[in-house]
């Protein structure tokens, strides 16, 4: 005689078919793109993506070198405050931004990411690129 298990209480049933399909992947990975870019703003979350937390590091891909410098070099430590403000539940205490040319290409394909509601970046505008101001070139 082959020993049949019993019936199984129906939340292990479902808990184990969404591990088994990875549907609570996705929505985490989804939370998670959307918590950063609650924290960089909707202009740096395009040429990023934040891949995965492990112990407390995000980790970010970004789309080219320089703006990789930038948030490494210039504004890690205010992302990292900033998403401890926001979203204090995932506990992230630094952030280790990766390259990957791929990034920008595949965000424009998914045009579905929520952007902040104030739509501001944490990066400043930057000075001598408008017409007068603080910054500009004078006209020779």
Known sequence: MTNVPGPQPLSRALSELIALRGYARVQGAAQLQAAWADAAGATIARQTRAVAIRRGVLFVSVGHAPLLSELAGFY???????????HGDLNI?????????????????????PSPPDNRSILPSSPGRGAGGEGARPTP
């Open 76 to 86: 890690k430590q205010s992302l990292v405050e900033k998403l401890r403000e926001l």
């Open 93 to 113: 205490r630094d952030i280790k931004f990766k390259l990957d040319s791929g990034v920008g290409a595949r965000n424009r394909a998914k045009p579905n990411l």
